[in-house]
């Protein structure tokens, strides 16, 4: 486990599935971690599931990523509670099921606004912080649907997720002068609350089209998440790391077969 005492942290979307296993990972590292997304009766929860994880603090922060006012307030009011902000996990993220076919305006412009450009907001408004910081850290949770694979009904989705690596790249040259790395985590099928009420049969099913022949855990990112954020990673930027188990590799079905 890296030690994170003393840094400070928000991830979005964190109040469940990946962001909250994140922010664990963080909190039990000895960060302060500022948890955010939407709902303040999720966020209550999340707190108090993580408060006492670690050393630091553990506050909830109200936010739509969708709006850019909305995501300067959020890093307001971490540098209000921690003094600055160390590392930005930009992972709040939306999957509603659109067909090519039936996909409305609207059903696009949602996804879009959430995924990219809540992820470009979250990053301007933690911007000033960051540099501040001297080591800030971006970390952002992009999949692996559509920077390396697809699934039909999601093709919206896969586009957002790759968007946010094309604005990673120039991000990351960007800040780079300001001794801020932008990296990208694509996780593959992770075991979050949503996926546990498709049942067990649905699970199963997609654990047979994993090498590891299990689903990942919020936390598995949450470890990486931390690397990205530790001083030993200070030379790595405008990378992007598949977490899936080995579920890209196969060429066929027969190359799970043995
Ligand atoms: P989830 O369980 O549905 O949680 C989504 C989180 O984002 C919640 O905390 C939600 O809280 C928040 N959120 C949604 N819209 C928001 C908005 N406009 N502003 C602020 N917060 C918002 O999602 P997840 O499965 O953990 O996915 C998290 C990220 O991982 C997403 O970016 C997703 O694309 C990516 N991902 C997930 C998987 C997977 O297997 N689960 C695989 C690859 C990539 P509120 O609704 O209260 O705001």
């Known amino acids: 486990m890296f030690d994170l005492t003393n840094k400070n942290v928000i991830v979005t979307g964190a109040t469940k599935g990946i962001g909250y296993g994140i922010a664990a990972v963080f909190a ?3 960060a302060n971690v500022a948890v955010a997304a ?7 929860t999340a707190v108090a ?10 506050i909830g922060v109200s936010v739509d990523v969708a709006d850019p006012r909305s995501c300067q307030a959020m890093a307001a009011a971490a540098v209000d509670a921690f003094g600055g902000i160390d590392v930005l996990c930009a992972n709040a993220g939306i999957f509603p099921e659109a067909p090519l076919a039936t996909m409305t305006p609207d059903d696009l412009a949602t996804v879009l606004d959430v995924n990219v450009k809540g992820t ?9 912080a960051l540099t501040r910081s001297g080591a800030g850290r971006v970390i952002l949770t992009s999949s692996i649907t559509g920077p390396v694979t ?11 997720k790759a968007a946010q690596l094309g604005f990673m790249r120039t991000a990351a040259i960007e800040l780079a002068p300001k001794r801020i790395t932008v990296n990208a985590i694509l996780p593959g099928n992770i075991l979050t609350e949503g996926l546990q009420e498709m049942g067990e049969d649905y699970i199963a099913g997609m654990a047979r089209s994993i090498p590891a022949g299990t689903l990942g855990t919020p936390e598995d990112i949450g ?3 931390a690397f990205l954020a530790s001083d030993e990673a200070r030379y790595l930027t405008g990378q992007s790391i598949v977490v899936d188990g080995g579920q890209i590799l196969p060429e066929s079905l027969d190359a799970l077969a043995g």
């Open 223 to 225: 470890h990486l998440a």
């Open 49 to 58: 599931g993580l408060d006492g994880l670690g050393s630091g603090k553990v």
């Open 120 to 128: 470009v907001y979250s990053v301007q408004a933690c911007l000033d």
């Open 28 to 30: 039990t590292a000895g």
């Open 38 to 44: 939407r709902s303040l009766h999720d966020l209550d």
């Open 150 to 160: 697809g699934f039909p009904g999601w093709s919206h989705y896969g586009a957002s």
